[in-house]
């Protein structure tokens, strides 16, 4: 295979080649938003779920020919292919589609539900890796998990090479199990990592049973993970002290509007001074307070993260859909809806979220790293170290809103350049 056919199905290669490329322009430390931002628009596009099932199937079945021409139905065959070898139906329900249509919109989707990849697991005979690998990388999710009956029985066969029919004999006695409500409110409070150990000390199907048995519940039973909540909470309570440095370095209201343009380079943006916001500041010096954690919001959150962003005469943040990076920033906003959703816990934690608070506190710290590449490093193995607790596997330069971060990180003033790509995004 040459080089030239390696780089068309290598996404990851060809992401950090854009990384390189950009931060080592020779204009970057003066133009580094303009250099991500055309980085982003022209290299660093969303990659489908379809593209990774054709790169998968691509190098696991070994073709010859180079990657971008290998026509759609040959892909849809080996499915077909590998699904009856492994005696796997269309879908985990009764269902008239037939596998050849189900096939073709796997392949040309930009993202599909969870239980897909389950039953592509099946049908493709993956690993537990390569399903853990299709959750992280290509639907942006969190790994198999432990709390949830369905992906705990998949994982099993998966793990012991069982096939489809081995797993419709473990749900039918998983169903007919009964359960114990003392376990189910113990397993449900208990963090990921203690809950997915003793997912792994099942060794045969007895005691994948009388695991299952802790987990049967009712559907109205939260699975959101305690440690990504606990994660997030740090970070949030994090980033909540140093907004609330960042208010009581103010002295005057020269001060206040220069933060919240947050460099002068926003001053475009007529959301930037928010006059209600200066006068609750001033207001608070007068009293001789000190803003604390508690004083915090979700909307000072929105203001500092998501500064550049323009907003509707409401205060809302203007619609995804009107910047040109929509689809490679599709759901990264930082909103304060996002965040009250997540604090009232009616929303599940992604890695985006815990990415974005983990980027805000490094920004906020130069002072500890001053170093580009120290700080880099340091960012890379801190968030790698958070999102791996929670299940999520590691940073992947190849979303393009984590690559975005990544070159952010590297520039001279990360947060002041991470608020300029997202202007530049609105206005260009």
Known sequence: MSESDIKDFDFTEAAWESLYDAVDDTVFLEQDAEVIYNSLKHRLKFISFGDYLKRYI?????????????????????????????????????????????????????????????LLGFGLKMSVEDVNLFLTKALREPEINPKDPFEVICWYCYKNGYTYPKFEKLWELYSNTSTNANDMELIYSERTIGVRNSMYSVRDDASLIAHLSKLKTSDNVSRISVTARECFDRLYDEARDLIAALYNQTEDEQHINALFEY???????????????????????????????ADITESDIEHIICAAI???????????????????????RFSRQRISEILSGNGEI?????ITLNFFVF??????????????????????TILNKCSMGNLYIQNPYECFILMCILSLDPLGTYSDVWELSYVT
């Open 58 to 118: 691509y190098l696991k079945a070994g073709l010859d020919e180079p990657f971008a021409e290998v026509p759609l139905k040959e892909y849809q065959l080996i499915i077909k292919s590998a699904f009856s070898d492994n005696n796997t139906p269309p879908s985990f329900t009764p269902t008239t589609s037939k596998l050849s249509a189900l096939s073709k919109n796997w392949l040309m989707q930009q993202t599909v539900k969870r239980k897909v990849v389950f």
């Open 263 to 293: 460099r002068d380079k926003l001053s475009r943006n007529s959301r930037l001074y928010d006059f209600e916001k200066v006068e609750r500041i001033k207001r608070f010096k007068a009293e001789k307070k000190i803003f604390t954690r």
């Open 310 to 332: 323009p907003t509707d005469r409401h205060g809302n943040l203007t619609p995804s859909k009107a910047s040109k990076l929509n689809e490679q920033f599709s759901g990264k």
């Open 350 to 354: 992604n890695r985006f979220d815990l």
């Open 363 to 384: 920004s906020q710290k130069l002072s500890i790293y001053p170093e580009a590449k120290k700080r880099f490093t340091q960012f890379l193995d801190s968030t790698n």
